[in-house]
């Protein structure tokens, strides 16, 4: 394309992807909102989905197998879908369940939809999920359930806006505070164990650093989003910082006691709490205030990283 015309789809109006990262298209090109306001309900088997493809191949409506040409598009994109991930997490709606009375280990992720119906979750061999990393790779080829998931987020919020709620006191946080997956441990969840479980479960060939950035990014925008909605615009920044230490307290916690977690690792050379780290002191900095960053330096203390995370 670039080569015939000397072009590229985010340079024509009308394709041009979102000027702003919103969960929402916005100032996007009238063509690139028509596309994607189209395929939004397309999942991952042909057979089930009544929206035809645009595309020859209806996989290629999957960000994983056609990424889009704007890299900030795909990034935000991607971000999404994790988003998606930690909301169907948090709010019950993606589950571990027994496939069959009379084999309790076999176990698959699925989706509860607002009709309590549950909605496979298809890998791209055409399996379910069994395999808890297996679920962030069925949303990225399924469309129709990332959707499914913001409904059911929208409706669990509808709610507090009615009431005006402050942040502790919505769905939200009343889900965050008794938060759990299936059988990962026997006490509460904390935000921050859904990229540590997506790596303790991923096979090192699969493994991407920006995968696990990404998702931890997603964590922080879910809740910044939901704090931003209820609490007063100075009040947010030290809500948020207050709600990413407590997860992060309860991850170190959980990691400590439970062997699910923390797979034989320490604090000191776990690569996702090194990520964390970095994200939680660029989070910290944001709120200007000073006893975050205090608490930053005593997370390096407690996981043994005396110095300078660079």
């Known amino acids: 394309f670039n080569a015939e015309y000397n072009i590229t789809p985010n ?14 298209i916005k100032d996007a090109g009238l063509y690139y909102t028509a596309y994607h306001e189209y395929i939004k309900d397309i999942g991952p088997d042909s057979t089930k989905s009544m929206t035809i493809s645009l595309h020859i191949d209806k996989r290629w409506d999957s960000i994983a197998e056609m990424p889009e040409i704007d890299l900030n598009t795909q990034k935000e994109d991607f971000l999404r879908i994790h988003s998606a991930l930690i909301y169907g997490l948090v709010h019950g709606a993606i589950k571990l369940r027994m496939l069959s009375p ?3 280990d076999k176990t698959v992720y699925e989706l509860e939809n607002l009709a309590g119906e549950f909605v496979p979750l298809i890998v791209s061999n055409g399996s379910e999920c069994d395999e808890f990393y297996e679920v962030l790779d069925a949303l990225y080829r399924d469309r129709a359930s990332v959707e499914l998931i913001y409904k059911i987020a929208a409706d669990r919020r509808k709610y507090d806006n009615e009431k005006s709620q402050t942040f502790d006191d919505t769905t939200f946080a009343d889900d965050l505070r008794h938060f759990s997956v299936g059988d990962w441990h026997e006490t509460q969840v904390s935000l921050f164990e859904i990229p540590m479980m997506h790596y303790n479960s991923l096979p090192q060939r699969f493994f991407d650093e920006n995968e696990i950035v990404s998702m931890i990014d997603a964590a922080i925008r879910v809740l910044r989003d939901e704090i931003t909605l209820f609490e007063k615009d100075k009040d947010t920044g030290p809500n948020l910082c207050k709600k990413l230490n407590e997860q992060f307290e309860l991850l170190i916690s959980n990691f ?21 780290l970095q994200k939680l002191h660029h989070e910290f900095e944001l709120c200007q205030v000073s006893r975050w960053e205090e608490k930053v330096n005593n997370f390096k203390v407690l996981t043994g990283r005396k110095k300078e995370l660079q």
């Open 102 to 104: 009379y084999d309790p």
């Open 11 to 24: 340079k024509l109006a009308k394709f041009s992807a979102p000027s702003l990262c919103e969960v929402n």
């Open 256 to 276: 400590k006691k439970y062997p699910e977690i923390n797979q034989g690792s320490s604090l000191k050379d776990n690569p996702v709490i090194t990520m964390l």
